[in-house]
């Protein structure tokens, strides 16, 4: 795994996002990976892919869905 965290890590752009400048489909797919690295406690061996999942979570769109997912 901490090849795959390791090449997420090192991709992502300097907007923040995978392949565009502004979110796109990738972006939301990769957040799940992203997530469990974040899960297993690895946001210090991975800081960027740390910081995407923190602007992934801080969408006023994310903030919606998780929201309605916890009703």
Do not use: C, W
């Not at 995407?52 to 309605?68: D, S």
């Amino acid at each position: 795994m901490d090849s795959h965290f390791g090449y997420m890590n090192d991709v992502l752009r300097p907007s923040g996002h995978f392949v565009l400048d502004d979110l796109s489909a990738a972006d939301i797919m990769l957040s799940f990976p992203a997530e469990i690295a974040m899960m297993q406690g690895r946001a210090k061996d991975f800081p960027r892919l740390a910081g995407f999942v923190e602007r992934i979570h801080a969408r006023p769109a994310y903030q919606r869905a998780t929201a309605q997912g916890a009703d």
